[in-house]
Protein backbone atom coordinates (compact mmCIF):
# COMPACT_ATOMS: atom_id res chain seq x y z
CA UNK A 1 0.00 0.00 0.00
CA UNK A 2 0.83 3.63 -0.26
CA UNK A 3 2.08 3.43 3.89
CA UNK A 4 4.05 0.82 3.69
CA UNK A 5 7.37 2.79 3.20
CA UNK A 6 6.32 4.62 6.77
CA UNK A 7 6.02 1.08 8.67
CA UNK A 8 9.14 -0.60 10.53
CA UNK A 9 9.80 -3.63 7.85
CA UNK A 10 9.63 -7.22 10.49
CA UNK A 11 11.88 -9.93 8.96
CA UNK A 12 9.21 -12.06 9.46
CA UNK A 13 11.86 -15.29 10.39
CA UNK A 14 12.94 -12.68 13.19
CA UNK A 15 9.07 -12.40 14.52
CA UNK A 16 8.74 -16.63 14.40
CA UNK A 17 11.91 -17.07 15.92
CA UNK A 18 10.83 -14.93 18.85
CA UNK A 19 7.30 -16.31 19.19
CA UNK A 20 9.26 -19.80 19.35
CA UNK A 21 11.98 -18.53 22.14
CA UNK A 22 9.29 -16.78 24.14
CA UNK A 23 6.89 -20.22 23.92
CA UNK A 24 10.56 -21.74 24.98
CA UNK A 25 10.86 -19.58 28.12
CA UNK A 26 7.19 -19.64 29.27
CA UNK A 27 7.38 -23.57 29.24
CA UNK A 28 10.74 -23.47 30.93
CA UNK A 29 9.43 -21.22 33.84
CA UNK A 30 6.81 -23.47 34.00
CA UNK A 31 8.66 -26.28 34.73
CA UNK A 32 10.90 -24.95 36.78
CA UNK A 33 7.96 -23.50 39.02
CA UNK A 34 6.73 -27.11 39.17
CA UNK A 35 10.20 -28.20 39.91
CA UNK A 36 10.57 -25.73 42.69
CA UNK A 37 7.39 -26.56 44.49
CA UNK A 38 8.65 -30.38 44.39
CA UNK A 39 11.44 -29.33 46.15
CA UNK A 40 9.88 -27.02 48.58
CA UNK A 41 7.95 -30.11 48.98
CA UNK A 42 10.73 -32.32 49.27
CA UNK A 43 12.29 -30.45 52.18
CA UNK A 44 8.98 -30.58 54.51
CA UNK A 45 9.45 -32.11 57.45
CA UNK A 46 7.80 -35.34 58.09
CA UNK A 47 4.89 -35.58 60.39
CA UNK A 48 5.81 -35.19 64.28
CA UNK A 49 3.20 -37.51 64.60
CA UNK A 50 4.55 -41.21 66.02
CA UNK A 51 3.18 -44.34 66.51
CA UNK A 52 3.11 -44.72 70.59
CA UNK A 53 5.47 -46.92 72.05
CA UNK A 54 3.08 -48.96 73.53
CA UNK A 55 1.38 -50.29 70.44
CA UNK A 56 4.72 -52.26 69.23
CA UNK A 57 3.85 -55.00 71.78
CA UNK A 58 0.71 -55.56 70.25
CA UNK A 59 1.83 -55.13 66.52
CA UNK A 60 2.60 -59.19 66.18
CA UNK A 61 -1.06 -59.97 67.73
CA UNK A 62 -2.94 -57.20 65.60
CA UNK A 63 -1.24 -58.28 62.44
CA UNK A 64 -1.70 -62.16 62.96
CA UNK A 65 -5.43 -61.67 64.01
CA UNK A 66 -6.05 -58.97 61.15
CA UNK A 67 -5.28 -61.39 58.54
CA UNK A 68 -6.72 -64.44 60.23
CA UNK A 69 -9.85 -62.37 59.94
CA UNK A 70 -9.57 -60.19 56.84
CA UNK A 71 -6.85 -62.00 54.68
CA UNK A 72 -3.36 -61.30 53.58
CA UNK A 73 -4.81 -57.77 52.27
CA UNK A 74 -5.60 -56.79 55.87
CA UNK A 75 -5.28 -53.16 56.64
CA UNK A 76 -2.94 -53.74 59.16
CA UNK A 77 -1.76 -49.58 60.09
CA UNK A 78 -5.65 -48.93 60.03
CA UNK A 79 -5.95 -51.35 62.94
CA UNK A 80 -3.28 -50.02 64.45
CA UNK A 81 -3.84 -46.71 64.11
CA UNK A 82 -7.87 -47.29 65.51
CA UNK A 83 -6.05 -49.05 68.52
CA UNK A 84 -3.91 -46.23 69.12
CA UNK A 85 -7.34 -43.74 68.78
CA UNK A 86 -9.07 -45.95 71.39
CA UNK A 87 -6.58 -46.36 74.03
CA UNK A 88 -3.22 -45.19 72.77
CA UNK A 89 -2.56 -48.67 72.93
CA UNK A 90 -3.49 -49.59 76.85
CA UNK A 91 -4.94 -52.98 77.40
CA UNK A 92 -6.31 -51.02 81.13
CA UNK A 93 -8.07 -47.97 79.57
CA UNK A 94 -11.28 -47.01 80.53
CA UNK A 95 -13.66 -44.20 79.61
CA UNK A 96 -17.28 -43.12 80.35
CA UNK A 97 -18.55 -45.86 77.94
CA UNK A 98 -16.48 -48.31 76.82
CA UNK A 99 -13.31 -50.35 78.59
CA UNK A 100 -10.18 -52.00 77.09
CA UNK A 101 -7.60 -51.59 74.20
CA UNK A 102 -9.87 -51.83 71.90
CA UNK A 103 -12.89 -50.00 73.87
CA UNK A 104 -15.67 -51.82 73.48
CA UNK A 105 -18.93 -50.79 75.28
CA UNK A 106 -20.27 -53.13 77.57
CA UNK A 107 -23.66 -53.97 75.11
CA UNK A 108 -21.56 -54.38 71.93
CA UNK A 109 -19.29 -56.41 74.01
CA UNK A 110 -22.46 -58.78 74.86
CA UNK A 111 -23.51 -58.53 70.70
CA UNK A 112 -20.00 -59.65 69.67
CA UNK A 113 -20.14 -62.96 72.34
CA UNK A 114 -23.41 -63.82 70.22
CA UNK A 115 -22.37 -63.14 67.35
CA UNK A 116 -19.41 -64.88 67.19
CA UNK A 117 -19.24 -67.58 69.81
CA UNK A 118 -16.78 -70.10 67.98
CA UNK A 119 -14.11 -66.77 67.24
CA UNK A 120 -14.84 -65.45 70.70
CA UNK A 121 -15.12 -68.78 72.66
CA UNK A 122 -13.27 -68.50 76.04
CA UNK A 123 -12.37 -64.68 75.41
CA UNK A 124 -12.74 -62.65 78.70
CA UNK A 125 -12.32 -59.21 77.07
CA UNK A 126 -12.30 -56.41 77.13
CA UNK A 127 -9.24 -56.25 79.16
CA UNK A 128 -7.75 -59.16 77.61
CA UNK A 129 -5.53 -57.28 74.91
CA UNK A 130 -5.74 -60.54 71.95
CA UNK A 131 -9.44 -60.77 72.62
CA UNK A 132 -10.11 -56.89 72.30
CA UNK A 133 -7.83 -57.14 69.04
CA UNK A 134 -10.27 -60.07 68.02
CA UNK A 135 -12.99 -58.78 68.64
CA UNK A 136 -12.30 -55.01 66.79
CA UNK A 137 -10.91 -56.77 63.78
CA UNK A 138 -13.78 -58.96 63.38
CA UNK A 139 -16.38 -55.83 64.21
CA UNK A 140 -14.20 -53.79 61.85
CA UNK A 141 -15.10 -56.35 59.10
CA UNK A 142 -18.88 -56.65 60.02
CA UNK A 143 -19.44 -53.15 59.80
CA UNK A 144 -16.82 -52.90 56.50
CA UNK A 145 -19.09 -55.59 55.06
CA UNK A 146 -22.66 -53.91 55.58
CA UNK A 147 -21.08 -50.09 53.86
CA UNK A 148 -20.56 -51.33 50.47
CA UNK A 149 -22.59 -48.71 48.98
CA UNK A 150 -19.44 -46.16 49.67
CA UNK A 151 -17.89 -44.03 46.78
CA UNK A 152 -14.80 -46.06 47.19
CA UNK A 153 -12.43 -47.71 49.54
CA UNK A 154 -11.58 -44.24 51.34
CA UNK A 155 -15.17 -43.98 52.02
CA UNK A 156 -15.95 -47.57 52.84
CA UNK A 157 -13.16 -47.27 55.67
CA UNK A 158 -14.35 -43.72 57.03
CA UNK A 159 -17.74 -44.64 57.01
CA UNK A 160 -16.85 -48.38 58.88
CA UNK A 161 -15.03 -46.25 61.61
CA UNK A 162 -18.03 -43.72 61.93
CA UNK A 163 -20.21 -47.05 62.25
CA UNK A 164 -17.36 -48.31 64.95
CA UNK A 165 -17.51 -45.33 67.20
CA UNK A 166 -21.03 -44.45 66.86
CA UNK A 167 -23.17 -46.70 65.84
CA UNK A 168 -24.63 -47.57 62.58
CA UNK A 169 -28.03 -46.86 63.26
CA UNK A 170 -27.13 -42.79 63.76
CA UNK A 171 -25.01 -43.46 59.97
CA UNK A 172 -27.67 -44.82 58.34
CA UNK A 173 -30.48 -41.93 59.75
CA UNK A 174 -27.64 -39.21 58.97
CA UNK A 175 -27.41 -40.83 55.44
CA UNK A 176 -30.34 -41.16 54.85
CA UNK A 177 -31.09 -36.63 55.62
CA UNK A 178 -27.80 -36.21 53.42
CA UNK A 179 -29.55 -37.73 50.59
CA UNK A 180 -32.75 -35.62 51.40
CA UNK A 181 -30.97 -32.28 51.49
CA UNK A 182 -29.21 -33.30 47.94
CA UNK A 183 -25.97 -34.36 49.13
CA UNK A 184 -24.32 -37.66 48.12
CA UNK A 185 -25.96 -40.40 50.09
CA UNK A 186 -22.35 -42.45 49.18
CA UNK A 187 -19.82 -40.32 50.61
CA UNK A 188 -18.66 -39.65 54.42
CA UNK A 189 -16.61 -36.85 54.27
CA UNK A 190 -18.09 -33.48 52.74
CA UNK A 191 -21.45 -35.03 52.86
CA UNK A 192 -22.77 -37.05 55.73
CA UNK A 193 -20.47 -36.31 58.00
CA UNK A 194 -22.36 -32.60 57.68
CA UNK A 195 -25.65 -33.77 58.72
CA UNK A 196 -25.99 -33.81 62.35
CA UNK A 197 -28.93 -35.19 64.25
CA UNK A 198 -27.59 -36.57 67.26
CA UNK A 199 -26.26 -34.20 70.87
CA UNK A 200 -23.74 -32.17 69.25
CA UNK A 201 -21.06 -33.33 71.40
CA UNK A 202 -21.45 -36.89 69.49
CA UNK A 203 -21.42 -35.63 66.43
CA UNK A 204 -18.53 -34.48 66.66
CA UNK A 205 -16.39 -37.19 68.25
CA UNK A 206 -17.79 -39.20 65.64
CA UNK A 207 -16.96 -36.68 62.93
CA UNK A 208 -13.05 -36.22 64.06
CA UNK A 209 -12.99 -40.47 64.60
CA UNK A 210 -12.34 -41.63 61.19
CA UNK A 211 -10.34 -38.28 60.79
CA UNK A 212 -7.61 -38.75 63.38
CA UNK A 213 -7.56 -42.60 62.53
CA UNK A 214 -7.16 -42.29 58.80
CA UNK A 215 -4.77 -38.92 58.66
CA UNK A 216 -3.58 -38.59 61.98
CA UNK A 217 -2.59 -42.05 63.20
CA UNK A 218 -2.55 -44.12 59.64
CA UNK A 219 0.32 -42.02 57.98
CA UNK A 220 2.58 -42.34 60.85
CA UNK A 221 1.79 -46.48 61.39
CA UNK A 222 2.13 -47.22 57.44
CA UNK A 223 5.57 -45.11 57.60
CA UNK A 224 6.63 -47.31 60.31
CA UNK A 225 6.05 -50.33 58.10
CA UNK A 226 2.72 -51.70 59.63
Known amino acids: SRHDDLLP ?17 LLLAWLLSGCAQHAVEARLPPSTVRVPVACEQYRRTITAEGRAVWGTAAPIALFGS ?53 AMVLYDLRLFLSVQWAADRQEQDAIMLACYNGGCGWVARERAEAKRRAKSDRHWFGHI ?11 TENRLYPKRILYHWKPAFQLAGW
Request: charged share 25%; proline share 2%.
Open 82 to 134: QTAQESLCKAEAQSRFAAGLTQFTPDTADDMLRWYVHELNGCSYPFNAKCAIR
Open 193 to 203: EQVCLREQWAC
Open 9 to 25: RVDRRDAAGDLMLGGLF
